[in-house]
């Protein structure tokens, strides 16, 4: 955690002892629709995995390097998870099975930025890698048989170990576009995670992030 923000601290540095333009600041908030990406030497098992509902809220900076280019970073509170849902009959009663990993992390991003001006409006595209921390986490679950219902809920335990359930580095590829109108930004984002956060890699296992984003801002200062 403590290197996270010493990167944070580092970039914004550089960012504005290097800008020549009129930096600004956005704040927003939005829906994030979460899955993972599960596989191992036998093959993948997430087909099968459902977008899970969360949130993302932070502020943004964005440091114009000319024009049409800028650079973006900021912090930005990103839940991330899925939803699990399955049911299968075994000596021909229904067994129902249901559970939701909720984990919630502070990501950086770095991303270059394309803007062009419409006039009344103006688009944009950016790209660029982020990298985030596992702040907490909870999994809860849900097991049904022959009418009952049995409820459980744990928090998520981070590292590497035997007993643990996710690693707590994140990183990966971030894809953006949206629309800006008097201040007031739409935009639409997709995480592509990298990181392998299962905290074994046994038998090839790998769980990777997949995060699709839609956001709400508002601009503060620049041009």
């Known amino acids: 955690m403590k290197n996270l923000l010493k990167l944070f601290v580092v970039v914004m540095g550089f960012t504005m002892a290097t800008e020549s333009y009129a930096q600004s600041f956005v704040v927003k908030g939005g829906l994030n629709l979460s899955k993972f990406l599960a596989k191992d030497d036998e093959g993948t098992y997430s087909d099968d995995f459902k ?10 900076s964005e440091f114009p390097i000319s024009e049409v280019f800028s650079f973006e970073t900021g912090l930005l509170l990103s839940s991330k998870g899925v939803k699990i849902s399955e049911e299968e ?5 229904m067994v129902e099975f249901d559970s939701r990993v909720n984990l919630l ?8 930025k394309a803007t062009a001006d419409l006039g009344s409006a103006k688009i944009y595209g950016a790209f660029g890698p982020y990298i985030g921390m596992g702040l907490s986490g909870k999994i809860k679950s849900e097991f049904t048989s022959m009418g009952e ?11 590497s170990g035997e007993d643990d359930d996710f690693r707590r580095l994140d990183y990966g590829l971030s894809f953006g576009a949206g629309v800006e109108i008097n201040a007031i930004q739409i935009g639409l984002s997709y995480g592509l995670g990298l990181a392998n956060i299962s905290p074994s890699s046994e038998g090839g296992a790998k769980v990777n992030n997949r ?6 801002g508002y601009r503060f200062g620049g041009n």
């Open 51 to 60: 977008m899970n509902p969360g949130f993302l809220f932070g502020v943004t």
């Open 89 to 93: 009959s075994i000596f021909e009663e």
């Open 105 to 112: 992390y502070l990501d950086i991003p770095l991303l270059a």
């Open 149 to 159: 219902t049995e409820k459980t809920e744990e928090d998520v335990k981070w590292g």
């Open 211 to 216: 995060v699709l984003g839609i956001s709400l």
